[in-house]
Nanobody, 121 residues
Framework: QVQLVASGGGLVQAGGSLRLSCAAS????????MGWFRRAPGKGREFVAV????????DYADSAKGRFTISRDNAKNTVYLQMNSLKPEETAAYLC??????????????WGEGTQVTVSS
């Protein structure tokens, strides 16, 4: 069982930056792919980014490429999402997720609660 706690959300102006964090419980953190999804009001859940257990491989949604960076610190059981040049349409609850395989293709095993990001125009 993995428990995930996301933080770092808030209110930012368009063009601004935020860094989200997700702390995971357990001693097997490095075995999991870690990822971020988001859910905007009235929309479905959307994949944002994923990173493998070693941190050596990442994958991003097209909308995030070049502006977002996912990283992890296995010593701290934490995954991060650095978001730059944020847009108002990226206002959403950002959800942390863990999986034993790349979750973009194989799905998520564990979900954390979201952290709200609001981008004002």
């Amino acid at each position: 069982q993995v428990q995930l706690v996301a933080s770092g959300g808030g209110l930012v102006q368009a063009g601004g930056s935020l860094r989200l964090s997700c702390a995971a419980s357990g001693r097997t953190f490095s075995r999991y792919y870690m990822g971020w999804f988001r859910r905007a009001p009235g929309k479905g859940r959307e994949f944002v980014a994923v990173i493998d257990g070693s941190g050596g491989s990442t994958d991003y949604a097209d909308s995030a490429k070049g502006r977002f960076t996912i990283s992890r610190d296995n010593a701290k059981n934490t995954v991060y999402l650095q978001m730059n040049s944020l847009k108002p349409e990226e206002t959403a609850a950002y959800l942390c997720a863990a999986g034993t395989r790349s979750m973009r293709r194989y799905g998520v095993d564990y979900w954390g609660e979201g952290t709200q990001v609001t981008v004002s125009s």
